[in-house]
């Protein structure tokens, strides 16, 4: 049978057709233009009230351009919007501004900026938070010194180390006063003797434990055992060492007693000082200086780590730009800013920026609202610096994971962590050579 059709078919069929062509196109809509650029959560406590404090949150495009601005107060929720910006990412800056009522009276402005932020982020504003950190310090005086042998010696308790002069021994300093030890509470002390050549002589680990806030007598003679050593040697000549910490845990990072330091500037090998099975574990943190470049590793498991860092760094400063090619490890980058020095005002800004990554890094500006806070205030005045340094930290794989982990305070000290400090001018500049990673402000924002 054959089927023929007639013109109300043929209507039918094409009211079908524009039915289902349109209901496809609403389907393939693009979802409306969200214009959030972040969201941050400020705590109760996290703004405080002592030295008129204030910190802004600032959102800006890739010349520096302000997109939106807002004093940030505690215990409240803020967001920045631009509907005009359509781009992905911007530069989010966390601004902070002081001034201080006693001592110097000097103001301060400090900022963060962390360059190439996804749009529609969410980051919580916490102070550090706690669990972590030294309780305190305590004093202290030490009796008993062998005065036969011993040059110096080392009191690392689980948060520092002091470093104790024989005051009895030829040729040293009379002084035999009050040290401080800031610790976590309470702490045992790790006693290190060494000759007058920095060589250790052995160590004690006595049980006895100490309490910050107070005073102790500590005695220092005892029957120290003998360290025992590994030999590391490397391919060619340059200035390394290592830190060597004890674990007293194996199931917590966080404690750590510095038993032995060793470097060398003049050969192929270094000798590393560990007592043995002292400690359950150990953490180390080594590192390489050589060709005005600096290099770290904090490992949390093992007594040295000289696997570092593998970068390259271009750099072209202009004005208030850094155009920059990272390439190599993946990591965080650190871009210092100075600014020309005044005695009442002092000036710091850190921008951060994703490693393997080819852009610009221009400074924000600021709005009328900051700068009239600052009589010394000047655009033009901030220098880019010369260096860039490279922060790869475990579990930390973005740019955005790195900001909330330090705008939420976590504190990362735990975390094995491998630190570069390069130069790509033709010098390193005053005070900030090898700033080191607590510029990455470890500590909590």
Known sequence: MIHTSTPKTKATLLLLFLSLFFASSCDQEEEPFNPVLVTVQVSADFISSSNDQHIYLLASDNEGNILEYRQLENDQTFELNSASYTESTFTLSFIETMQYTTGSQQKHLTGKSFHGIKRGSKFPLKKQLP????????????????????????????????????????????????????????????????????????????????????????????????????????????????????????????????????????????????????????????????????????????????????????MNVSNQTITCSLKGNNGIALFGFKFTKSDSEVYNWDSFVSVNSNQAITLPKLPAEIIAKFDAYSYNSWQPESQVEILQLESVSSLEEYAASKTNGTWLGSLNFKYSHLNSGSSFTGEHRFRNYPDFFRDGF
């Open 131 to 314: 669990g972590y950190g030294n309780a305190g310090f305590f004093n202290f005086t030490v009796q008993n010194f062998d005065d036969s042998k011993a040059n110096e010696y080392t009191l690392a308790s689980n948060g520092g180390i002091s470093y104790v002069t024989n005051p009895n021994y030829q040729g040293n300093p009379t002084f035999n006063g009050e040290y401080s030890l800031y610790s976590r509470n309470p702490t045992r002390l790790f006693v290190v003797k060494y000759d007058v050549d920095k060589k250790p002589l052995g160590y004690l680990f006595p049980s006895t434990t100490y309490t910050v806030s107070r005073e102790y007598t500590i005695d220092v003679d005892g029957t120290y055992s003998p360290f025992q050593t590994e030999v590391i040697n490397f391919s060619a000549n340059g200035f390394v060492g290592v830190a060597v910490y004890g674990r007293p845990r194996t199931d917590n990072y966080e404690e750590l007693y510095k038993i032995s330091n060793s470097s060398t500037s003049d050969n192929n090998s270094l000798t590393v000082y560990y007592p043995g099975t002292t400690f359950p574990g150990y953490a180390s943190l080594s590192w390489l200086n050589e060709n005005n470049s600096y290099y770290e590793n904090f490992n949390k498991s093992t007594r040295s780590d000289f696997d570092f860092l593998n970068v390259e760094a271009t």
